[in-house]
Nanobody, 126 residues
């Protein structure tokens, strides 16, 4: 089992920045990659960004490329999501997730992530 705890959400004006953190504990040696997903009210959960735990290859949804940066600190078992140039449409609950295998190779497949955090709310005002 891997436990994930997100933090860092909040209210910010459009154009502002936030940094989300996700601390992992438990069987962290099983982690292959970690990802961030988000879900706005009335919408499906969608992929935001992912990072391989070793090697640190990164992947982004087109909607956040150039504005968001995912990184990880292996020593602290923590993954971060730096969000800059925030827009009202970025408003959502943000969830951290971990996958233990390569799977399909597509980092955005929700069903390939075995462990999920409880989420942290990000609200961007216009």
């Amino acid at each position: 089992q891997v436990q994930l705890v997100e933090s860092g959400g909040g209210l910010v004006q459009a154009g502002g920045s936030l940094r989300l953190s996700c601390a992992a504990s438990g069987r962290t040696f099983t982690m292959y990659a970690m990802g961030w997903f988000r879900q706005a009210p009335g919408k499906e959960r969608e992929f935001v960004a992912a990072i391989k735990w070793s090697g640190a290859s990164t992947f982004y949804a087109d909607s956040v490329k150039g504005r968001f940066t995912i990184s990880r600190d292996k020593a602290e078992n923590t993954v971060y999501l730096q969000m800059d140039s925030l827009r009202p449409e970025d408003t959502a609950g943000y969830y951290c997730a971990s996958k233990t295998t390569y799977g399909s190779g597509f980092p955005g497949r929700l069903d390939e992530y075995a462990y999920w955090g409880q989420g942290t709310q990000v609200t961007v005002s216009s």
